[in-house]
Nanobody, 129 residues
């Protein structure tokens, strides 16, 4: 049984930092696409950041330079370091995992939730001004 369990959410003031963690069990993230998505009330789910098996990353423009995604294969855990938080970052944050997308150039990942098979239950991030 695959489980993705997020932790690290909370309430912070604008400019603050949080570090989200996602511990995976029943699924090895080493050779997969893994990423963070978020959904604010009344809005569509948004791909925040993803990382592939080679460590290549992709970020939403709204978080570039502020958020960093990383992966510890030994711990089978995904992280999202969030600095310079803004009120517009307020959302439920979900981690997700899925297979690499294969092309002639190799495997890659997209910030498109339709490519992800497994999802965590989410952790709330609230940023106050």
């Amino acid at each position: 049984q695959v489980q993705l369990v997020e932790s690290g959410g909370g309430s912070v003031q604008a400019g603050g930092s949080l570090r989200l963690s996602c511990a995976a069990s029943g699924y090895t993230i080493r050779n997969s696409c893994v990423g963070w998505f978020r959904q604010a009330p009344g809005k569509q789910r948004e791909g925040v950041a993803v990382i592939d098996s080679d460590g290549k990353t992709s970020y939403a423009d709204s978080v570039k330079g502020r958020f960093t995604i990383s992966r510890d294969n030994a711990k089978n855990t995904l992280y999202l370091q969030m600095n310079g938080l803004k009120p517009e970052d307020t959302a439920m944050y979900y981690c997700a995992a899925g297979p690499l997308i294969w092309a002639d150039s190799g495997g890659y990942c997209l910030r498109d939730d339709s490519f992800y098979t497994y999802w965590g239950q989410g952790t709330q991030v609230t940023v106050s001004s």
